[in-house]
C-alpha cells in the first residue's frame, strides 16, 4: 500500500473529508493485522503525516502521572508532558479533543517546534474508558483545524481502543 506523496495535501476542506473517509480502511487493515499498540500508533502517525502533510504527527502515552512520548512522524519533540500541562495534558484532564488555532494565544502551550502555529489533540480511551494515549497534531498554518478534523479524527482513532491493555 503507498500512500499519496507529501506534494499531494488534502487543502481544500473536501478534500479534507476524503482523505479522511479514504483512510479508514487501510488503518482498519493495518490494526486487523497488527495488535501491538506501539507499531499501530507508528504506522497510524504516518498515514496521517503521508496523507496530510502536516508537520508532526505523533502520541503521547498516559504512563502513571504524566504523558511520555509515543511514535510519531516529524521533528524531535519534548519526551514528557504532565497533567494538565500545555495542550496535550490539558486534553488529557478535560478528557476533550482541543483545538487551538493559534498556539500562542493558548496559555502554557509547550512549544516543541517554533514552527508549530496551530495544534489539535484528541484524547484516546482505553476499553475501561480512561484516557490511555493523546494523539497531537501540529501544523505550520494557523488555524488549520476545525470541528471536521476533531470528528474524523475522534473516529479514526476509536479504532485504537481495543489494542490498549
Ligand atoms: N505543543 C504540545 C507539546 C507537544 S509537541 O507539540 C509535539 C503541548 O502544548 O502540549
Known amino acids: 500500500m503507498e500512500n499519496a506523496p507529501a506534494t499531494a495535501l488534502a487543502r481544500t476542506r473536501a478534500e479534507r473529508v476524503s482523505a479522511y473517509a479514504a483512510m479508514g480502511e487501510p488503518l482498519r487493515a493495518l490494526l486487523t493485522d497488527e495488535r501491538d499498540i506501539i507499531a499501530a500508533m507508528a504506522n497510524f502517525s504516518a498515514l496521517l503525516k503521508e496523507a496530510f502533510g502536516w508537520h508532526w504527527v505523533g502520541f503521547y502515552r498516559v504512563v502513571g502521572a504524566e504523558l511520555v512520548l509515543g511514535p510519531?512522524?516529524?521533528?524531535?519533540?519534548?519526551?514528557?508532558i504532565g497533567f494538565g500541562k500545555g495542550v496535550c495534558g490539558t486534553a488529557w484532564q478535560e478528557e476533550r479533543t482541543l483545538v487551538v488555532p493559534d498556539?500562542?494565544?493558548?496559555?502554557?502551550?509547550?512549544?516543541c517546534s517554533a514552527l508549530t502555529r496551530s495544534e489539535i489533540v484528541v484524547p484516546i480511551r482505553d476499553r475501561d474508558g480512561r484516557v490511555a494515549a493523546v494523539l497531537d497534531i501540529d501544523s505550520i498554518l494557523p488555524d488549520d483545524f476545525d470541528a471536521i478534523d476533531a470528528h474524523a479524527?475522534?473516529?479514526l482513532c476509536e479504532q485504537l481502543q481495543p489494542l490498549f491493555e
Open 103 to 111: 498556539v500562542e494565544r493558548f496559555p502554557g502551550h509547550i512549544a
Open 153 to 155: 479524527l475522534e473516529v
Open 72 to 80: 510519531f512522524q516529524g521533528p524531535v519533540a519534548c519526551v514528557r
